[in-house]
């Protein structure tokens, strides 16, 4: 079975940090590319972040670029998401999710985490 | 960017019935398209990629079709357990990754 697993949200104010963790399990992680995609309380799914299998390839949604830095160790099977200069239209629900592709090809999110949930709030 | 719309926002249904969701795109995407399920307190899960091929442990009631910029989810006989938010997803034009705005199926 595979596994996604997020850790790190919170309750922050505006203009603070948060680190956000996803340990993968169960799979080959070193072979996939990884996503962060989140979703604001009552509303759909908008993509954040992603990276290569290999780490070389990164993209960021317009409404992050500049403030969140995604990075993963294939050592440790983890993706990380930095925010920094958080809004509070940062708060949501935040998913790591595998692509079915090496982010040289992007394709389909086959596995999810349950996420973690980043409050920012004054 | 390429934005996906969904139709309807939401759809009333008993179960049994067939459903019909529509997902349009403002480019072609060409086959480039998935269908994920949202249940309250879930994760999303893939139940649809290529437009038309079901994803592992999907049953068969879920199908897909379409190609291009208009695409529809068909549920062939709705079950309880069916009942939930849907959302498609291009994967042919990015950055961005974009998704439809969903679809809220619930129970009439």
């Known amino acids: 079975q595979d596994y996604l697993v997020e850790s790190g949200g919170g309750v922050v104010q505006p203009g603070r940090s948060l680190r956000l963790s996803c340990a993968a399990s169960?799979?080959?992680?070193?072979?996939?590319?990884m996503h962060w995609v989140r979703q604001a309380p009552g509303k759909g799914l908008e993509w954040v972040a992603l990276m290569s299998f290999d780490g070389r390839n990164i993209y960021y949604a317009d409404s992050v670029k500049g403030r969140f830095t995604i990075s993963r160790d294939n050592s440790q099977n983890t993706v990380h998401l930095q925010m920094n200069s958080l809004r509070t239209e940062d708060t949501a629900l935040y998913y790591c999710?595998?692509?079915?592709?090496?982010?040289?090809?992007?394709?389909?999110?086959?596995?999810w985490g349950q996420g973690t949930l980043v409050t920012v709030s004054s | 960017e390429i934005v996906m719309t969904q139709s309807p926002a939401t759809l009333a249904l008993s179960p049994g019935e067939r459903a019909t969701l529509s997902c349009r795109a403002s480019q072609s995407v060409r086959s480039n398209l998935a269908w994920y399920q949202q249940k309250p307190g879930q994760a999303p899960r893939v139940l649809i990629y290529d437009a038309s091929t079901r994803a592992t442990g999907i049953p068969a009631r879920f199908s897909g079709s379409g190609s291009g910029t208009e695409f529809t989810l068909t549920i062939s006989r709705l079950q309880f357990e069916d009942f939930a938010v849907y959302y498609c997803?291009?994967?042919?034009?990015?950055?961005?990754?974009?998704f439809g705005q969903g679809t809220r199926l619930e129970i009439k």
């Open positions: 999710a595998r692509d079915v592709g090496d982010g040289y090809n992007v394709l389909y999110l086959d596995y």
């Open positions: 997803q291009q994967y042919i034009h990015w950055p961005p990754i974009t």
């Open positions: 169960g799979f080959t992680f070193s072979h996939y590319a």
